[in-house]
């Protein structure tokens, strides 16, 4: 193989458009994207926004594009189309409504499918984020579908994770403890205007149970979309997260954390992929495979026999 | 280490629930108590139930349950209790209702936490059914909120896989074909006196474009759980499948992929717990992660490295 050093070309939507869709593809194409891009700190911010359907945020996120655009930012979305069978909402309909920005080149907007359960996606987004960083977009947006481990795993890679809720949420609240208070940054209750909007953020506010305030502010905002009300404060206190991120050290330290991470999952995902063509290949650990299919041997000692002689 | 090889003693109910706990810690504590019990074909039925919060899945268990009972068949049941943090529902109140078994000693039910996401929830519920069917229930029933991969995950390993759906389902119906339809061996609408049950059958019947028959019968049920209509022709549906199963040869066909699956990902599991002690151990695999963090490597070449030289 005949590995290119040229460093990418990314002068235009179109020439990064088909690079995310390299890197999308995951492998080879995605390794040597990613290689000819080299070594690159991230210079934008990384913004993850995730929450059930129907929580409204899509339109959070076109508002708070438009809020960021009127102070010059450019901003790089992912959005990920969910993967879970029982996910539903309007999610083309929402991918629609972005065309609002779609006139405008400081906005570029790229979804991508939630297929893979291999951790695939993660990976993606990750690249794609560091392709649309390169290209020089201020903002990089991630918005997820929050059902499933992958999409947790995509908005973790973010500096600033939103975690989007309505109200009434009720029930559910116990429930966001699974996983999703680690690592969420900002909390936001969107269309406030409904009834129980004071309960769900009441709620929310004992369940982190830090008296309500963090060095950025309150970690739990209120806004109604669809009306632009409390979005301006929504991207306030992302940057005075941004800020506290940086003069504390955490935004250096979550970014080398980030890439160890990476690196650990993409030599995971190697072995795996190794390992699947070695039993396919035959001989001895296949051998050991089938008397596991046979009943001959039980699944743990079949495994424990592969990994001897692997 | 000493490797005890007598074999395990599962002579109470009290005995079953200590060995699934300790599946359920999975690692070497799992190892132990499968190679124990050894290679040994299952004898019963498992099934295996998934649909989204609020389907009403739990009264259908229960009830499908009663009509198993009636005609004296043993049941164990796995419910998992969802790792998402926007399932929802009242999973505590579904595990109080099934109370309504609990003076019976042909029932056995266990709850299991969905927290792990490296595929550990899956094992242990397979484990744990391997147990059950050693302890000698004629069936088992696999219960997961159908909102995540490792959901799916678990009930893959069923004989028989019903999903369980709500009138009404309308747009999400489309978003059921990520990965559910491949799965599924019967759909059951739920609440089926509500209104839109009609429609949402048709949906069903025409996104599995069958004209509407398999050789158990139409894969597309109505159910009244809390009034038990539908339930009586639901088992016997099941019984159809069973009886499918068995005389086309595919129950043992998918008994062995499935045993193949289970090794191919136990042997995984362990390579990465071993990639990750090594990296944690220092050394020249450390080193290369370190280059990673401090970028002076990109995440691709710092993976391909270790891969060379791990």
Known sequence: ?????????????????????????????????????????????????????????????????????????????????????????????????????????GVFIRSMAARDNLGGLAHASRDAARLMDAYGFDLIILETVGVGQSELDVVKVADSVVVVAVPGLGDTIQTLKAGILEIADLFVVNMADRPGADRTVAELRTMLNLGGVLPWGSPVLQTVATEDRGVPELWD???????????????????????????????ERELRRRLRAQLEAGGELAGVLDAARSGELDPHTAAARIIERG
């Open 1 to 105: 193989m005949v590995i290119t050093r040229d460093p990418i070309v990314l002068d235009s939507p179109r020439a990064l458009a088909r690079l995310i869709t390299r890197v999308e593809r995951g492998g080879q194409d995605a390794e040597e994207v990613m290689r000819r891009l080299g070594p690159r700190p991230l210079t934008g911010r990384v913004i993850g926004i995730t929450g059930p359907p129907g929580s409204g945020k899509s339109t959070l996120v076109d508002r708070l594009v438009a809020v960021a655009r009127a102070e010059g930012r450019t901003v790089g979305i992912i959005a990920i189309d969910p993967s879970s069978p029982f996910s539903g909402g309007a999610i083309m309909g929402d991918r629609v409504r972005m065309l609002s920005h779609s006139g405008d080149s």
């Open 237 to 267: 206190a992302l940057k005075r997260h941004w800020e506290h991120l940086e003069t504390s050290g955490e935004l250096a330290m979550r970014r080398r954390r980030r890439v160890e991470t990476e690196v650990v999952e993409l030599v």
